[in-house]
């Protein structure tokens, strides 16, 4: 099942986490230094909010575990704004290095300090580096154990690092023995047969924005909801420089210095709003557990977890 629509409301999203975090400058000895690093995550998410106050526009942000715990208040700020807070795992570890235990540990413990310190219950999850591929498939059925309801990790493109090109790259429902969850790919469009990441991040940095654009506008006249998304250390040029390969050099600091005045623009072409709120189905599917969560006795959330999986 796969949703198409002619409502030109879009999801847009931004994954939070520290410009030293991303994957492409990962090491074993640098995540050792992440507390020594400088920290700039707080400063650059409130730009954000403040930037989308001014475009009256609504968001959700993929918040990882391991900022929530050093900055709860930025995290308190995205809910109080009227923003969807999800999750982007804890560790910032991709899944390709993770064993199933390993990976459903760091699920569920993002997904418990956000909902401790927010207050309200997270159903989105979007994995470090969109690292849910064609080998890592079985973490779908574990989100799903995990109380997820929506995933925005399979990004259906041929890339060095991530990607499923044979992937749907609509919206879709995947089920699962213990349930459903809707996949939210990021946007791709086709051209000459070859599929093209137009989603955000690096790609919206390195297109020409009239170029870019254009390929948005043709996914909206498909009828599909776009899937937008960036980082907060996007819209900090002046950030510390990681040392790493050319590309990887390249791909994180190109035209850092024209993102801001892209999203404005970006902000102004297109009506963007949550995915929770974008989506339907998976607008129906948070209430409907919301009101499940209301109407059943308090559990603690291991115990939440263990009735879903027996069917309780």
Known sequence: ???????????????????????????????????????????NTRKLIELLAQHNTKATFFVLGWVAERCPEIVRSIAAQGHEVASHGYGHELI?????????????????????ICGKRVYGYRAPSFSITKDTKWAIPLLIEEGYLYDSSIFPVL????????????????????GCIWEVPPSTTSILGIRLPVAGGGYFRLFPYPILRQL??????????L??????WELDPNQPKMQGSYLSMFRHYINLHKTE???????????????????????QACARAEMEWSQAKPLALEDHIESMRLGI
């Open 96 to 116: 390709t290095d993770q064993t199933p235990g390993m990976f459903r540990d760091d699920v569920r413990k993002a997904k418990g300090i956000l909902e401790d």
């Open 1 to 43: 099942m796969t949703i198409a629509r002619t409502s030109s409301i879009h999801c847009l999203s931004f994954d939070v986490e520290e410009h030293f975090q991303v994957s492409a400058f990962w090491s074993k000895a640098r995540r050792q230094q992440w507390d020594k690093y400088e920290s700039r995550v707080e400063n």
């Open 159 to 178: 890339h060095d690092r991530y990607g499923m090109p044979d992937a749907t790259p609509t919206i879709h429902l995947l089920r699962g023995e213990s």
């Open 216 to 225: 948005l506008k043709r996914i909206e006249r498909a009828g599909h909801p």
């Open 261 to 283: 005045d892209r999203l404005r623009s970006l902000l102004e072409d297109f009506s963007f709003t949550s995915i929770r709120e974008a989506l339907e189905p998976v607008s």
């Open 227 to 232: 899937v937008m998304y960036l980082h907060p």
